[in-house]
Nanobody, 124 residues
Framework: QVHLVESGGGLVQAGGSLRLSCAGSGRAFENYNMGWFRQAPGSDREFVAGISWNVRSTSYGDSAKGRFTISRDNANNMLYLQMNSLKPEDTAVYYC?????????????????WGQGTQVTVSS
């Protein structure tokens, strides 16, 4: 059974930084693309960043480009999101996700398993 647990969220002032972590279990995560989404109250879930199973490619949503960096540690089944220059509009619950099929091309519609989320709140 795939299990994802996020951590690292919290309250930070605008301009600050946070590093989110996601610990995975239940499958060989090194074979699957992984990513981060977020959802603010009253809004749809939004793609933030994705990283390929072989770490050769990354993809970012418009809101994350230039400020966030996704990375992974396949040896330890960990996924990270370094968030810098945070803005109040980054306030949301952030979810870790992994793809349905292994060794796939990056496709945001292929993410199928989700963690419980971690709250990020950015104050102005």
């Amino acid at each position: 059974q795939v299990h994802l647990v996020e951590s690292g969220g919290g309250l930070v002032q605008a301009g600050g930084s946070l590093r989110l972590s996601c610990a995975g279990s239940g499958r060989a995560f090194e074979n699957y693309n992984m990513g981060w989404f977020r959802q603010a109250p009253g809004s749809d879930r939004e793609f933030v960043a994705g990283i390929s199973w072989n770490v050769r490619s990354t993809s970012y949503g418009d809101s994350a480009k230039g400020r966030f960096t996704i990375s992974r540690d396949n040896a330890n089944n960990m996924l990270y999101l370094q968030m810098n220059s945070l803005k109040p509009e980054d306030t949301a619950v952030y979810y870790c996700t992994t793809a349905r099929t292994p060794w796939a091309a990056m496709d945001v519609d292929e993410f199928a398993y989700w963690g419980q989320g971690t709250q990020v709140t950015v104050s102005s």
